[in-house]
T-cell receptor, first 114, second 113 residues
Framework: NAGVTQTPKFQVLKTGQSMTLQCAQDMNHEYMSWYRQDPGMGLRLIHYSVGAGITDQGEVPNGYNVSRSTTEDFPLRLLSAAPSQTSVYFC?????????????FGQGTRLTVV | AQKVTQAQTEISVVEKEDVTLDCVYETRDTTYYLFWYKQPPSGELVFLIRRNSFDEQNEISGRYSWNFQKSTSSFNFTITASQVVDSAVYFCALIPYGNKLVFGAGTILRVKS
């Protein structure tokens, strides 16, 4: 099993550019989420999904869009990149939030917006 | 409100010392789940342990042990005889029932040889 696959690993964007971070899992997990990690702030939830066709906002959703057309994929779109979005992004999936199962994480994407 | 507090921003110890990482959580739910994750310098997030709110039994796994106390809303993590390879950022996290995974700010552990 590949687990959670996140691409790309590194990306540099210019202010105003858009891009999509890809995330795929092959564990048939119902729950997927995106976090950003900034120094001293832990991991903050951007968006999450409890199943195909269902998404919701997390703690810091502004400037990001998501969709969940399949169980496997959960891409994160940056609409118009800003320097404040420079961060490390993690995608995660878990079998069930209701049952409190552990989350599996992708390798992370280090994004720099200049 | 759901919240996880890791008051220790950074801890430095010398190899073979014992070290305890503190975690205090807030939730109004009676059913919830607590976790610890490790993030080594390579950057990936590694799951260490999961506890549900009905299981207050402490757990030991090798040099790692966890102390869960509902009375003080704490879920502390102790590393016995620390090693350089334990150097990492450690995150405590909470899932209130049916809700989202919430992380603390993390504690940087530096183990010096």
């Amino acid at each position: 099993n590949a687990g959670v696959t996140q691409t790309p690993k590194f990306q540099v964007l210019k202010t105003g550019q858009s891009m999509t971070l890809q995330c795929a899992q092959d564990m048939n997990h119902e729950y997927m989420s995106w976090y950003r990690q900034d120094p001293g702030m832990g991991l903050r939830l951007i968006h999450y999904s409890v199943g195909a066709g269902i998404t919701d906002q997390g703690e810091v959703p502004n400037g990001y869009n998501v969709s969940r057309s399949t169980t496997e994929d959960f891409p994160l779109r940056l609409l118009s990149a800003a320097p404040s979005q420079t961060s490390v992004y993690f995608c995660a999936s878990s079998y069930s939030v209701r049952e409190g199962t552990e989350a599996f994480f992708g390798q992370g994407t280090r994004l720099t917006v200049v | 409100a759901q919240k996880v507090t890791q008051a220790q921003t950074e801890i430095s110890v010398v190899e073979k010392e014992d070290v305890t990482l503190d975690c205090v959580y807030e939730t109004r739910d009676t059913t919830y789940y607590l976790f610890w994750y490790k993030q080594p310098p390579s950057g990936e997030l590694v799951f260490l342990i999961r506890r549900n709110s009905f299981d207050e039994q402490n757990e030991i796994s090798g040099r790692y042990s966890w102390n869960f106390q509902k009375s003080t809303s704490s879920f502390n993590f102790t590393i016995t005889a620390s090693q350089v390879v334990d150097s990492a950022v450690y995150f405590c996290a909470l899932i209130p029932y049916g809700n989202k995974l919430v992380f603390g700010a993390g504690t940087i552990l530096r183990v010096k040889s």
